[in-house]
């Protein structure tokens, strides 16, 4: 079956620093990733979705310039979190489309901002 | 607007224990997919079930059973003779066709004891 891979699976990083979160689709090709979040014990709220070759699309409320989503491949998404500071903990998870009806999702990256 | 309830934030059970985790959906979308996944203190999502808005048989795969009613908008998820490796958060999700996006629930966390 489809595979989507992140990386890495957690990080701890500096106030002020910035973090890059990698997901590729490891044997299908995706057009289409999306970033979601989710804080402890609540649900994964959409944060982008990620298209190759063009500008990502932002849900309401979420901070472009903080949230910066490259998609320079069929098989490469990256989300970096820049300037992080620990309201920015989070567990990112990102899924890709990889056939018309399913979506596979990443195993997440726990990100803990110290 | 497009909503999914999970009113059971926790559950507790005994192994071997019936227990339904309950999903209620909101969508003014004719065509739309519902689904059920797993997430283990590990964070990946587990995907389950997918049942599209014309297809209200319900399904059965081994331990687990899931009853869609479209009068009720609800979707729940049963497990049989539970067991502690089901001891996870559970995910019911609403994905209109039109959308590649997913509305996922709050999650009810289950506890299986030995």
């Known amino acids: 079956g489809a595979v989507v891979s992140q990386h890495p699976s957690w990080v701890i990083c500096k106030s002020g620093t910035s973090v890059k979160i990698e997901c590729r689709s490891l044997?299908?090709?995706?057009?289409?990733m999306f970033w979601y979040r989710q804080f402890p014990k609540q649900s994964l709220m959409l944060m982008a979705t990620s298209n190759e070759g063009s500008k990502a699309t932002y849900e309401q409320g979420v901070e472009k310039d903080k949230f910066l989503i490259n998609h320079a491949s069929l098989t490469l998404s990256t989300l970096t979190v820049t300037s992080a500071h620990p309201e920015d903990s989070s567990f990112y998870i990102c899924?890709?489309?990889?056939?018309?009806?399913?979506?596979?999702f990443g195993s997440g990256t726990r990100l803990t901002v110290v | 607007a497009q909503k999914v309830t999970q009113a059971q934030t926790e559950i507790s059970v005994v192994e071997k224990e019936d227990v339904t985790l309950d999903c209620v959906y909101e969508?003014?979308?004719?065509?739309?997919?519902l689904f059920w996944y797993k997430q283990p203190p590990s964070g990946e999502l587990v995907f389950l079930i997918r049942r599209n808005s014309f297809d209200e048989q319900n399904e059965i795969s081994g331990r687990y059973s899931w009853n869609f009613q479209k009068s009720t908008s609800s979707f729940n998820f049963t497990i049989t003779a539970s067991q502690v490796v089901d001891s996870a958060v559970y995910f019911c999700a609403l994905r209109p066709d039109r959308f590649n996006k997913f509305y996922f629930g709050s999650g009810t966390k289950l506890n299986v004891k030995p």
């Open positions: 969508t003014r979308d004719t065509t739309y997919y």
């Open positions: 899924s890709a489309r990889d056939s018309p009806y399913g979506y596979t």
């Open positions: 044997d299908f090709q995706a057009t289409t």
